[in-house]
């Protein structure tokens, strides 16, 4: 069927939009709602059979059968004005945020070529032409960019270094290449992967100091785009069978169950997606507690076991820094393979998975728990993209000292699970420390994180010395603080009505960083969305979960497939940094749907337990066939809508709590009534304006000259707070502060616009009296390699052979809170991927531990790039401290064999 036909369907159906009605006070549009539409909005509307979003119309033809006509707008009309900067080594170093170059990708001629000026580094250019009424960026177009790299090449020449607008030093040696950043495709703001792109380097031929690239904009061939039909080809007649009054639910059950065979190695462990060969922890974990562990139990567990490293430990996947500990979320695989557990109740299978989960939280207690808050330290589980979710000041060893919603709720939950795994196996005093454990995590995340003014937990504390709570809502960590039983019943109904969702959508935060591409910013990504589906089914909301499982079919009728992620401001798929069809925990989210919501399946260690959930406008019949749970098979019927059960039977006789016994085999008949009573009243909070999917004010760059503070002005920024350790201090609409003379203190300043979003707080400044500086190679040999940038005589290296304990004198002239770091270089790999981020441990005298000191990669071979690790608040005595700086086991890194540093000095600063 093509476009045409397919209109002409759905017009003869009578499934046109209603046009707009009126203005509600809050000035959203709103809309009537078509006859028939089990969802409306704004955005798009959801019917029985078809999904229509403006002229995009998808329809099930059958149960096997789907149609779409969707074409993405990314190529249609581009502005033929393009943004960028130049990045030395492929970092984001020439201009500050927000001071991009522009540029008019316009023949100044009728087939004239397509040149920028030669633009010297470091100097912003903004094309002055406007833009002309109703001309876009032409099909192919070449566009030459230059730039004078002659003040970077000079200041090598003359000082052997050049500063960044940051104040950071690029070495001579340590200079690689030079790449362009922006957009639209092929440029790229994603800095952290420029330099995987070798057409965007840029090149001197004539070695003048002008380096050049020509890319080709606006490439019809390369231009994302989706099938027009889906047909079932492979068999799922072995998975459960779901049927019920609505064609499109059905049509999109079975995409899912053949995505979900599709998504089997030849080895049976999961492939990620289409797009992402192999088996990531976070992934596949995720994935089985959505579906896979019902689904295929035996897959489950074999990709798992793939990601248990032969120390016997969780595997974190390559990320931020060099992964572990930067990255913490490896241990939802715990609580996936609790959930493989219940649904197959296989002893050898908790047997083999309970030492793993024993020795890597072990580990986490000594590398990320923070005993000064209860809370967990580490990145946002999933959100491992720095700038996609982060201030861009911070580097990965601020993300390290973070803590985040997502990942402590993580945490929380796999404490948890040992737990019960632990008492399962007999083991009452393991039971016993890591139900504590679980306890103080939880208080502290509600203690710390709960914002009680919006009514859900902030995205994360964050910061150096004194941390601050970004107020942004993240909406993994919102969903799991729910289901996960973090928040209690009453503030888990005020997470699920007051965070706030965009019209196509659960955005990943709220609201969205500007100068940011979508990828984890402005973009919704399915399986959160089924995992916030979760959270409402769980506090009773019925608006929030039909308007969870219209954003979970949209976009896989639309595409075709379930995609890993669309843009939140216009839902296409095509506008995101990355992407991938048939994506494992998409299309599990979706058969998640019917398993844990519709049918409200909760495996228990001994019992499957009913508590299903059908919003009113999906009342009707359904049926699941050939559900199998462990020895049974199960044919579920179910009748009318609701949260609660009327009447439930197996085999023709009342079913005890409606909960199968786990002892239970054999076919068996299972039927549920509903009351079709509507739950209480609960909204959701979905900004209902296509052009309210809202960004935040940009973070100030903040310096100080003398005792004053100042920065340059933030559009829509009607005030500026200033942080004083945290704490706010002043408030007005000046870009000037002066600072109080005292002993030290961290200044930072936010930015208020007049909706009231904050911007992200400035990197922490530092003021006060000077570090003392202990130079290392006074207690060890110092390094013979020729780097450049070190202070003192010399430098230490830190491998798993070379100085392993290094005992190192600190004198203190008074007693007090001092905060210590180390700086050192890592250059055994990039900021954002690989496994050698370096991990040592701080002990004092007496050998009580202090805390890790974390050393994340900071370039590949950038062995002159400095920076500082972690600060560890640690009180010192008056006169001389003796400190440990130890390499011990539970300072194995994700490489193993790499695990290395140089060390300049370890600093030491009073804070109190």
């Not at 002309?132 to 020449?157: E, H």
Request: with cysteine; proline share 7%.
């Amino acid at each position: 069927m093509n476009y045409y036909e397919l209109s002409a369907v759905v017009l003869a159906s009578g499934l046109l939009l209603a046009s707009c009605q009126s203005k509600s006070g809050t000035g959203q549009t709103a809309t009537a709602t078509p006859a028939g539409a089990i969802w409306h909005s704004e955005a798009y509307t959801v019917y029985r059979d078809s999904v229509v979003q403006g002229p995009n119309h998808a329809r099930a033809v059958s149960a096997t059968e789907l149609h779409s006509n969707y074409r993405s707008p990314a190529n249609e009309t581009q502005n033929p004005q393009i943004t960028f900067k130049f990045c030395l080594n492929g970092k984001d170093n020439e201009l500050p945020p927000g001071q991009d170059n522009v540029f008019l990708a316009l023949p100044a001629t009728p087939g004239a070529a397509i040149e920028t000026p030669v633009i010297p580094f470091g100097q912003r250019y903004v094309d002055t032409r406007p833009v002309p009424s109703g001309q876009y960026l032409a099909p192919n177009t070449k566009v030459k960019i230059r730039v004078d790299l002659r003040p970077v090449l000079d200041a090598f020449a003359k000082q052997g270094y050049y500063t960044t607008f940051k104040g950071e030093k690029i070495y001579k040696q340590d200079f690689k290449k030079v790449l362009v950043a922006g957009t639209p495709a092929p440029l790229s703001w994603d800095f952290d992967n420029l330099v995987n792109k070798p057409d965007l380097e840029m090149h001197d031929p004539d070695g003048d100091g002008i380096y050049e690239v020509t890319l080709t904009l606006n490439q019809p061939e390369a231009a994302k785009t989706t099938a027009q039909q889906w047909k079932k080809t492979i068999n799922t007649d072995d998975f459960p069978q779901y049927t019920s009054d609505y064609p499109l639910a059905d049509a999109l059950y079975n995409l899912a169950l053949e995505e979900a065979r599709r998504a089997v190695e030849p080895d049976s462990t999961f492939r990620t997606g289409k797009e992402w060969a192999g088996v990531w922890t976070r992934d596949i974990s995720y994935s089985i507690i959505l579906a896979q562990a019902t689904l295929q139990p035996k897959s489950a567990m074999k990709s798992l076991l793939r990601k248990v490293s032969p120390e016997g430990r969780i595997i974190q996947d390559t990320g931020t820094g060099g992964a572990y500990p930067c990255s913490t979320d490896r241990v939802i695989w715990a609580v996936a393979a609790w959930e493989i557990y219940k649904v197959t109740g296989d002893q050898a299978w908790l047997r083999k998975v309970y030492p793993v989960v024993k020795k890597s939280l072990e580990e986490d207690a000594q590398n990320a728990y923070d005993p000064a808050t209860g809370l967990v330290r580490g990145e946002s589980s999933f959100l491992d993209w720095r700038e996609e979710t982060y201030p861009r000041w911070m580097q990965p060893v601020d993300i390290y000292q973070s803590e985040n919603l997502g990942t402590n709720a993580v945490h929380f939950q796999a404490n948890t699970v040992l737990a019960l795994m632990a008492h399962e196996l007999g083991q009452t005093a393991v039971a016993s420390t890591h139900e504590q454990t679980a306890a103080t995590i939880k208080q502290a995340i509600n203690q710390h994180l709960w914002l009680d003014k919006a009514g859900y937990y902030g995205q994360y504390r964050y910061g150096r010395v004194f941390p601050v709570v970004s107020p942004r809502a993240e909406a993994l960590g919102e969903a799991l603080s729910v289901l996960f039983d973090v928040a209690d019943p009453s503030r888990a109904r005020t997470v699920v009505e007051k965070t706030p969702t965009v019209p196509f959508g659960i955005s990943c935060i709220y609201p969205q960083i500007p100068g940011i591409p979508p990828y984890h910013n402005d973009a919704v990504w399915p399986f959160v969305q089924s995992f916030w589906a979760l959270a409402a089914a769980k506090s009773g909301n019925e608006a929030s979960l039909m308007e969870s499982i219209a954003a979970v079919y949209r976009p896989a009728a639309l595409f075709l497939t379930n995609k890993e992620n669309f843009v939140a401001g216009n839902g296409d798929f095509a506008g995101t940094q990355i992407n991938s069809s048939n994506m494992l925990w998409s299309l599990s989210g979706s058969l998640g749907l019917v398993y844990k919501v519709l049918f409200g399946m909760h495996y228990e260690t001994d019992r499957l337990v009913f508590r299903p959930f059908v919003p009113q406008a999906l009342q009707g019949e359904r049926k699941l066939l050939n559900f199998k749970y462990r020895r049974a098979v199960l044919n579920i019927e179910m009748l009318g809508y609701g949260n609660e059960i009327q009447e439930i039977k197996l085999d023709g006789k009342p079913l005890a709590g409606a909960a199968v016994p786990a002892s239970l085999s054999g076919v068996h008949a299972l039927r549920i009534i509903l009351k079709s009573r509507a739950p209480a009243t609960a909204t959701a909070n979905r900004v209902a304006n296509l052009v309210a999917n809202l960004f935040s004010p940009e973070t100030p760059q903040v310096t100080l000259a003398g005792n004053q503070l100042s920065w340059p002005a933030i559009k829509d920024a009607q005030t500026y707070r200033v942080l004083k350790n945290g704490q706010p201090v002043n408030a007005s609409g000046a870009t000037t502060y002066a600072v109080p003379a005292g002993g030290f203190a961290e200044y930072q300043v936010i930015a208020i616009d007049n909706k009231g979003l904050e911007s992200f707080a400035s990197e922490p400044l530092p003021v006060g009296p000077p570090a003392t500086e202990v130079q290392l190679e006074t207690v060890a040999p110092a390094a013979t390699y020729a780097y450049k940038g070190f202070s003192g005589k010399g430098f230490v290296e830190v491998s798993v052979t070379k100085n392993t304990d290094l005992t190192i004198p600190v004198q203190v002239p008074e007693a007090g809170l001092y905060a210590l770091d180390f700086r050192y270089a890592n250059g055994n790999g990039p900021i954002n991927t690989n496994n050698k981020c370096a991990i040592r441990t701080l002990r004092d005298g007496q050998n009580k531990l202090l805390g890790t000191v974390v050393l994340p990669q900071r370039g590949v071979d950038e062995w002159s790039n400095w920076g500082f690790s972690n600060p560890i608040l640690v009180r010192l005595a008056k006169g001389k401290n003796v400190l440990s700086l130890t390499y011990e086991t539970a300072n194995t890194n994700m490489n193993g064999a790499v695990n290395q540093a140089m060390l300049d000095y370890l600093r030491v600063r009073r804070v109190q």
